[in-house]
């Protein structure tokens, strides 16, 4: 093979090595940010109850916004339109 045809394996090789070093970069963050709250005197299992509303929360928002969205086609106006409406800050 030419080593024009090895190109793209050995970029896609190098592109795969960047990643799982970033990736292992990451995960390093994560244990060190995981250290200073379990330092910091909170629990996993704390941890574990705050991530779970975390996603509770996101969720219910998704479903809002999604709602909102489909009131806002229905009305033909935009979704920022709707906030004053509801009482919503943009930031919500």
Known sequence: PSPRSCQPNGANEEALRYEIKELKQKDLAL???IAQLLSEGYSLEEL???ISL???Y???KDAGQMLL???AVIRGV???QLYPEYDL???D
């Open 54 to 56: 975390l996603h509770e």
């Open 89 to 91: 800050e943009l930031s």
């Open 78 to 80: 935009t979704t920022k």
């Open 69 to 71: 969205g489909k009131l």
């Open 48 to 50: 574990e109850k705050h």
């Open 58 to 60: 996101n969720d219910i």
């Open 31 to 33: 244990d060190q940010e």
